[in-house]
């Protein structure tokens, strides 16, 4: 809308001030011709009110309280149009006006009011068309932005310099994805206790708010009625009407690229899907040939496994928070996926984002969600793991991220290895790691030892005894195989 200052430039000697220095920075939202000596039920706030006083006395009382029923209204400016009842301005209504801080201005004779009229609505029009026009050419950007290579920080960024305030985009939980300006990823924290009550709203739930004197909008973005993160906004108030059409047409773009990225990347992760498998089953020379041909990098030789069970690993959600929420160059999880559980291969650099998100998917699924994380393991050996690892995921606690590294607890019925390592009679120890690393494979576990085959399994029934432990028992095998390998055996 035209402002007081533009509005007396366009008529200039048509509509001036009475008192010298510019006029005050305030929005003009109609021009009202009243001759009523309360005029203000009439009015909304904003408008310069035109008169020609005749509703005027002369008195400083009156004037008095006639400018100040209108500066508590307010209205942006009183005008006198000078000829038919004053031919200059009454030092009383001058006066006053200053007192109640009311702009006066002077219509001089023989100027009509239709001029000014006339001249802010050709103005509002022009203001309109700019207005149009800036933000016709703020969703092409943003078009063009979610169009490139790189659609989520290019959008944000547009969508920032659009309102001229700050932009962000996050996860279902609430992680930033992206933020610009970078210095406002305290402010976009902030809105984590919105996003709750939103995300129990439902993926159609829009949020407003004030922050650190910021209007800031959240805006949910979902796919096929599910929701898959949010867009949030935030500038100087108030918010213009196209600042929040902006964050919906945001929204929509990135919905849209989210949704066509899922399609293009189904067949990527069932290819890592496939990776994964084979590392988790021990093939890990089909593994890598396979993630070469698919032009995947090689696996990593040791790294992590996550596993997640329950409603924290149905569905797709978890795998798309993660990959939103890892850095750019991090690549891929490595993830097999199966009946109410998840299973994660991660390489040291990945784990602790993942970690973080899996900590408030479990959170949210509690009780019966729940996660394992592995020490770090050879990847040969994975396979030999997987045993100990699907019990330890077993008897986590429900809502919990169990790290074996950390809590250093030895497995429910781990063997003593001091009578194999005191066993002096034969090489025990030395069978026992070629016979658990070939998986139970008595050929090539002799091979390796050079021993005939008769000889090993004479040295793993001997093992077996002293250990008071049968080595066939997957559970047992991968907690002495883990013991072995804590002390540098294996």
């Given at each position: 809308?035209p402002r007081?200052a533009e509005l007396s430039?366009?008529l200039?000697?048509d509509l001036?001030?009475?008192?010298?220095?510019?006029?005050?920075?305030r929005v003009?939202?109609g021009v009202?011709?009243s001759?009523?000596?309360?005029?203000?039920?009439y009015l909304?706030?904003g408008?310069?009110?035109?008169t020609?006083?005749?509703?005027l006395t002369?008195?400083?009382a009156?004037?008095?309280?006639?400018?100040a029923r209108?500066?508590?209204?307010?209205i942006a400016?009183?005008?006198?149009?000078l000829?038919p009842i004053y031919?200059?301005?009454?030092?009383?209504l001058?006066e006053a006006?200053?007192?109640a801080?009311?702009p006066l201005?002077?219509?001089?004779?023989?100027?009509?009011?239709?001029?000014?009229?006339r001249?802010?609505w050709?103005?509002?029009?022009?203001?309109?068309q700019?207005?149009?026009?800036?933000?016709?050419g703020?969703h092409r950007e943003?078009?063009?932005a979610a169009?490139?290579?790189?659609p989520?920080?290019?959008?944000?960024?547009?969508l920032?310099g659009?309102?001229e305030?700050?932009a962000a985009?996050l996860?279902p939980?609430?992680h930033?994805?992206?933020v610009?300006?970078p210095?406002?990823r305290?402010v976009?924290r902030?809105i984590?206790g919105?996003?709750a009550?939103?995300?129990a709203?439902?993926p159609?739930?829009?949020?407003?708010?004030?922050?650190?004197?910021?209007?800031v909008?959240?805006q949910?973005?979902s796919?096929?009625g599910?929701l898959?993160?949010?867009?949030a906004i935030g500038?100087p108030p108030p918010?213009r009407?196209?600042d929040?059409q902006?964050?919906l047409?945001a929204c929509?773009?990135?919905?849209l690229?989210?949704?066509r990225?899922?399609?293009?990347g189904?067949a990527?992760?069932a290819?890592r899907?496939?990776?994964a498998r084979l590392?988790?089953?021990g093939y890990c020379?089909?593994a890598?040939?396979?993630?070469?041909d698919l032009g995947?990098?090689?696996?990593?030789?040791r790294?992590?496994v996550l596993?997640?069970a329950?409603?924290?690993?149905?569905g797709?959600?978890?795998?798309?928070?993660?990959e939103?929420?890892?850095p750019?160059?991090?690549?891929?999880i490595?993830?097999?996926?199966?009946?109410g559980?998840l299973w994660?291969?991660?390489?040291?650099?990945?784990?602790p984002?993942?970690?973080?998100?899996?900590?408030?998917?479990?959170?949210?699924?509690?009780?019966?969600?729940?996660?394992v994380?592995?020490?770090e393991?050879?990847v040969?050996?994975?396979?030999?793991h997987?045993?100990?690892?699907r019990?330890?995921l077993a008897?986590a606690?429900g809502?919990s991220?169990r790290?074996?590294a950390?809590?250093g607890?030895?497995?429910a019925?781990?063997p003593?290895?001091?009578?194999?390592?005191?066993?002096a009679?034969a090489d025990?120890?030395?069978a026992?790691?070629?016979?658990?690393?070939?998986?139970?494979r008595?050929?090539d576990?002799?091979r390796?030892l050079?021993?005939h085959r008769?000889?090993?399994r004479?040295?793993?029934?001997t093992?077996?005894?002293?250990l008071?432990?049968d080595?066939d028992?997957p559970?047992v095998a991968?907690?002495?195989w883990l013991?072995?390998?804590e002390?540098?055996l294996?």
């Amino acid at each position: 809308m035209p402002r007081l200052a533009e509005l007396s430039r366009a008529l200039g000697h048509d509509l001036r001030p009475v008192s010298a220095g510019p006029l005050p920075d305030r929005v003009v939202t109609g021009v009202h011709v009243s001759e009523l000596t309360d005029p203000t039920p009439y009015l909304e706030g904003g408008e310069l009110l035109l008169t020609t006083g005749m509703g005027l006395t002369g008195q400083a009382a009156q004037a008095r309280s006639y400018t100040a029923r209108l500066a508590e209204k307010g209205i942006a400016a009183l005008g006198l149009g000078l000829g038919p009842i004053y031919r200059e301005v009454p030092a009383v209504l001058a006066e006053a006006c200053e007192a109640a801080g009311l702009p006066l201005l002077v219509v001089p004779d023989p100027t009509p009011f239709l001029l000014v009229a006339r001249t802010y609505w050709s103005l509002l029009a022009e203001a309109g068309q700019e207005e149009a026009d800036a933000t016709l050419g703020a969703h092409r950007e943003l078009v063009r932005a979610a169009a490139g290579p790189d659609p989520v920080s290019a959008v944000v960024r547009t969508l920032a310099g659009a309102v001229e305030g700050w932009a962000a985009r996050l996860t279902p939980q609430g992680h930033i994805v992206e933020v610009w300006p970078p210095e406002r990823r305290r402010v976009a924290r902030q809105i984590a206790g919105v996003l709750a009550r939103l995300r129990a709203a439902g993926p159609h739930s829009s949020a407003t708010l004030p922050i650190d004197g910021d209007d800031v909008v959240v805006q949910p973005l979902s796919a096929q009625g599910r929701l898959t993160g949010f867009v949030a906004i935030g500038c100087p108030p108030p918010m213009r009407a196209r600042d929040r059409q902006l964050v919906l047409a945001a929204c929509s773009l990135l919905a849209l690229r989210d949704e066509r990225g899922r399609s293009h990347g189904r067949a990527a992760r069932a290819a890592r899907d496939a990776v994964a498998r084979l590392l988790l089953l021990g093939y890990c020379d089909a593994a890598r040939a396979l993630a070469a041909d698919l032009g995947m990098p090689a696996p990593p030789s040791r790294l992590r496994v996550l596993a997640v069970a329950g409603a924290a690993a149905a569905g797709s959600d978890l795998l798309d928070a993660l990959e939103q929420t890892l850095p750019r160059g991090h690549g891929r999880i490595l993830a097999a996926a199966g009946p109410g559980e998840l299973w994660m291969l991660l390489a040291d650099r990945n784990r602790p984002a993942v970690q973080a998100v899996v900590a408030d998917f479990v959170a949210a699924g509690a009780p019966a969600a729940r996660a394992v994380l592995s020490r770090e393991l050879a990847v040969r050996d994975l396979a030999l793991h997987l045993p100990a690892l699907r019990a330890a995921l077993a008897r986590a606690d429900g809502g919990s991220v169990r790290d074996l590294a950390a809590d250093g607890r030895p497995s429910a019925g781990s063997p003593d290895l001091e009578p194999l390592l005191s066993y002096a009679r034969a090489d025990l120890v030395g069978a026992v790691v070629a016979y658990l690393r070939h998986r139970g494979r008595w050929e090539d576990a002799a091979r390796e030892l050079s021993v005939h085959r008769n000889t090993l399994r004479h040295r793993i029934g001997t093992a077996a005894k002293v250990l008071g432990a049968d080595l066939d028992d997957p559970d047992v095998a991968s907690t002495v195989w883990l013991r072995l390998r804590e002390r540098g055996l294996a």
